[in-house]
């Protein structure tokens, strides 16, 4: 499984190409950002109203998708300059937390979805 998206050749490249595209587009990026920001609350509170755990799990794995869209947009202000360093791993450091809760609940979904299959 790869999980450092980093590492991959095509990120870098399609990395260049958007930073060469969004250099005047700052706007719609920062729409972009609160979209896939406000995704990951809204999943988690969709999912919570669901009628199974399985199906509220998969919520939280929308939501824990949207967080890493979320933090690629924020790499890419950064590196086109709209946010400096400091504000970006201050919100990088919050996305962070807000992932290991969100694993965490993952985990406890999945725990709960197995003690269910095991009844």
Same mark, same amino acid.
């Given at each position: 499984? #790869?999980?450092?998206? %980093? =590492?991959? @050749?095509?990120?870098? %490249?399609?990395?260049?190409?958007?930073?060469?595209?969004?250099?005047? +587009? /700052? !706007?719609?990026? =920062? @729409? $972009?950002?609160?979209?896939?920001?406000?995704?990951?609350?809204?999943?988690?509170?969709?999912?919570?109203?669901?009628?199974?755990?399985? %199906? !509220?799990? $998969?919520?939280?794995?929308?939501?824990?998708?949207?967080? +890493? +869209?979320?933090?690629?947009? *924020?790499? *890419?202000?950064? @590196?086109?300059?709209?946010?400096? +360093?400091?504000?970006? /791993?201050?919100?990088? /450091?919050?996305?962070?937390?807000?992932?290991?809760?969100? /694993?965490?609940? #993952?985990? !406890?979904?999945?725990?709960?979805? $197995? %003690?269910? #299959?095991t009844k």
């Amino acid at each position: 499984m #790869i999980n450092k998206f %980093e =590492t991959l @050749d095509a990120w870098k %490249e399609s990395h260049k190409l958007v930073l060469m595209i969004y250099k005047e +587009e /700052n !706007y719609r990026l =920062t @729409d $972009q950002i609160c979209r896939s920001a406000s995704s990951i609350a809204a999943n988690l509170v969709e999912g919570s109203s669901r009628n199974t755990k399985k %199906e !509220y799990r $998969q919520f939280a794995y929308q939501a824990r998708a949207s967080l +890493e +869209e979320a933090k690629y947009h *924020l790499l *890419l202000a950064k @590196d086109l300059g709209y946010i400096n +360093e400091s504000l970006y /791993n201050k919100i990088m /450091n919050q996305a962070n937390i807000t992932g290991k809760l969100i /694993n965490g609940l #993952i985990n !406890y979904l999945g725990s709960r979805i $197995q %003690e269910q #299959i095991t009844k």
